[in-house]
């Protein structure tokens, strides 16, 4: 099973990645996708579907194609520099991957197949309130409801959530994959049309290589670094570990990411030999899916869903986005305008 859906992965960004035959039959579906798309996002604009706003200003972090771009990183570093700035951020997500369906809280100890496992790890490392919905304004109602003293809200992903009103839009995008081949879904993997970053308030490049065509330049543009140097036990958070500690073991990487192989050049670019073994975006892992022997090393967003039957061979690589100084300014001036 994990095989037919990692090939069937495959197909889909190949497709993506130019413009093939299939693109006959699928590009036509992507223009009705579009019209629908526009008429929704009017309709929003316009007041025929009210925009909820909540009583605190609100930061969307998402982005416009399919698949992780690293959103979650810069989550956790806009809210330790928001609240090193006397701001009380809390975070709501829709929850994806998990089966809650109501408003709930996420703690650090959630179960990840309830919460998803996006909203586990921003618990783990946000050390903000985090509640999660698939409605976005109920459930950052619930959350100001349970945390008076919060005074602001960042919405993992969402950009495409217009009934959930918004003061600034921030748009994450993988500089190695880019937008493919520019078409909208299902002939591409763009859930709006690339135009639509003008409108965002600044543009987050994932900086992982060499930028793709399909990028345009726009102002308030900046890149992100993920870094990374320790390793976590999982079965021992206390026992760290460096590259070359791994240096003469088999290694097997696991990344049931957006963008698997961006985890596996990070690996070998500390200089470790790997196996590599890629999943399906949010998979949900059983013990037999990582029966190998060795080493295994996972992202952390893998690690929160491993917890539960994790061995002293297992072992995750924490991540911290680093940004240029000037965005803070940037986003700070932004909420100034809008709430000052």
Known sequence: MVGKRNRTADWLQRQWRSITLWHALLIPVSWLFGTISYLRRALYKTGVFRQQRMAVPVIIIGNISVGGTGKTPLVIWLTQQLAAHGWQP??????????????????????????????????QRATCPVWIGRDRPAAGRALLAAHPEVNILLSDDGLQHYALARDIEIVVIDSTRGFGNACLLPAGPLREPVKRLQQADAVIINQTGTAHPSIPTLPHTYAMQLTGLDFTNLVHPERLAVATDFSQQTVHAVAGIGNPQRFFDQLASMGIRIIPHAFADHYQYQPADLNFPGIIIMTEKDAVKCQAFATEAMWVLPVQAQLPAELLPHILAKLGKHHG
């Open 90 to 123: 809390g975070i709501i997500s829709r929850g994806y991957g998990g089966s809650a369906i109501t408003p709930q809280h996420v703690s650090a100890y959630s179960d990840p197949h309830l919460s998803g496992d996006e909203p586990r790890l921003l618990a």
